[in-house]
């Protein structure tokens, strides 16, 4: 008998259908971006945006997590330039 698999770990406030109909050019700006310095990966337990940006695109990074709901706390800096990983 096989387990069925555990839910993904969601954002609390994350706007889930935020690229569902990519209609403004704010959306569009950041869907652009996703696609030129991040990917979607999933684990175990949680689905993942990555990205691979310098240090310096901290303010980029907020407001990117600001459209999306997410908390912006809870982004990480694997490397001391370049942030890697949002959660």
């Known amino acids: 008998m096989t387990e069925s698999p555990k839910p993904f770990t969601v954002h609390p ?3 889930a259908a935020y690229f569902h109909a990519v209609n403004t050019k ?3 700006y950041w ?3 996703l696609y030129a310095d ?3 990966t999933r684990t175990q ?3 993942q ?3 691979r940006l ?3 695109d901290k303010d980029t ?3 990117f997590c600001r459209c999306l709901g997410l908390d912006k706390s809870k982004k990480e800096c694997r490397q001391p330039r370049f942030y890697k990983t949002l959660a």
Do not use: H, T
Request: no cysteine; net charge positive.
């Open 31 to 33: 869907l652009g971006f």
């Open 13 to 15: 406030s994350l706007k």
């Open 45 to 47: 337990r949680a689905v």
């Open 61 to 63: 990074i907020d407001r």
């Open 49 to 51: 945006i990555r990205l």
């Open 26 to 28: 704010e959306k569009a």
């Open 38 to 40: 991040g990917f979607i």
């Open 54 to 56: 310098r240090i310096d």
